[in-house]
């Protein structure tokens, strides 16, 4: 894997494309020129270890360098040059902000749709080419839909064109979110820093994990680490399925299924509590009928979890943690919002090809 296979986008046909599994999707995604980074940032399935760790020192070394003034002003000079497009059709707000801040963070000018009843959209436009438009005021385009393979075609569809434009996929429907994954590794690199690193551990999911993208994204990058056991809590009706199974199963990969919320805990060195995705039930009212009162995080598993383990949740929340245990200091949550905008810089940065002047600037 890696650079050293890039193939091209555009020499391939969407169908022939779209049918490959994601891995091997990976090299007609990275940026030209580069060391296998992406240029298009749709899957999990596009990092590996390696990546994952320059991504999470380029994104210490962007918090280090933008405490300074001098600093904040040479990483702004960097993407001046460049405009990032915010297309969020599903609802959203630290998502948002936290993109909207990465660009800040490295100077792009920023536009955004975030309610396409009011724009052409409304008037019959297809996504596709209202999206195609927006490539032509902008450089990079984020996005967030409830359709799950949009990003992907968007991808396609403008490295096909005379305008090839980068797309970052924020929340493709029920599937993938690979910038929260980056930014749940990322809180786990910086957690277990200085009690061993990331590798065998026990990571703990918790809630609907049949339906929360989160999850999906981050049960995969967690394989590229050694020895983590996964363990998936849910009622039967949200459990994981075969799509999540599959590639645990061929990576080898330790995993269990359970119900058994504060026995899980005991083992654990970090918890992910998910909420119910309840916007995809198929009738109105379907979550509401399905018992989640053992799948909460509360004063009772705070007092079985380890010493040194984590509780994240990728936020909202709803209940699923209490609030009691906002101050306790393995609560992660609030840490692991702030590491978002950090890694979403560090990736918006490899995108366009500026690690290198951002790993020389003085620190
Ligand atoms: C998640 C999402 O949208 O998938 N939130 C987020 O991006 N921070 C999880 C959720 O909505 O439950």
């Avoid at 009690?195 to 990571?203: E, I, N, S, Y």
């Avoid at 990728?314 to 840490?335: F, G, N, Q, S, V």
């Amino acid at each position: 894997m890696g650079g050293s296979g890039r193939r091209s986008i555009t020499d391939i046909g969407w169908e022939e494309f779209h049918a490959l599994p994601l891995e091997e999707k990976r090299p007609y995604l990275e940026r030209e020129g580069g060391r296998g980074e992406p240029f298009h940032t749709l899957f999990a399935q596009q990092f590996d270890r390696p990546l994952l760790e320059r991504l999470a020192a380029l994104a210490n070394r962007i918090r280090f360098i933008s405490k300074r003034k001098e600093g904040a002003l040479a990483l702004k000079s960097l993407l001046c040059h460049k405009r990032a497009m915010l297309y969020f059709s599903q609802p959203s707000s630290r998502t948002f902000l936290s993109h909207l801040a990465a660009c800040q963070i490295l100077g792009l000018t920023t536009g955004s749709v975030r309610d396409t009843s009011i724009s052409s959209e409304f008037k019959g436009e297809s996504k596709e080419d209202s999206i195609r438009t927006f490539s032509s005021y902008f450089d990079l385009i984020i996005m967030r839909t409830p359709e799950q393979g949009l990003a992907e075609k968007m991808s396609w569809e403008l490295s096909n064109s005379e305008r090839p434009v980068p797309i970052l996929n924020a929340g493709s429907g029920k599937d993938q979110h690979p910038t929260q994954a980056l930014l749940d590794i990322y809180t786990l690199l910086r957690s277990f820093e200085e009690k061993g690193g990331l590798h065998d551990r026990t990571v703990v999911f918790c809630g609907d994990l049949l339906r929360g993208r989160t999850v999906h994204s981050l049960s995969y990058l967690l394989t590229n680490f050694p020895r983590i056991r996964q363990v998936f809590v849910a009622p039967p009706q949200l459990q994981a399925d075969e799509s999540t199974f599959s590639v645990l199963r061929a990576k080898g990969v330790e995993f269990e299924t359970s119900e058994n919320l504060r026995e899980a805990v005991k083992s654990a060195d970090a918890v992910y509590m998910t909420r119910i995705q309840d916007e995809w039930d198929d009738a109105k009212g379907d979550s509401a009928k399905i018992d989640t009162s053992r799948f909460k995080f509360g004063a009772g598993e705070l007092a079985l979890l380890p010493e040194h383990g984590v509780i994240m949740h990728p936020l909202p929340r709803r209940d699923e943690i209490a609030t009691c245990c906002d101050h306790d200091p393995r609560a992660m949550y609030w840490r692991q919002m702030r590491n978002g905008m950090w890694i979403r810089a560090a990736l918006i940065a490899v995108t366009f090809g500026f690690e290198d002047q951002i790993t020389e600037m003085p620190l």
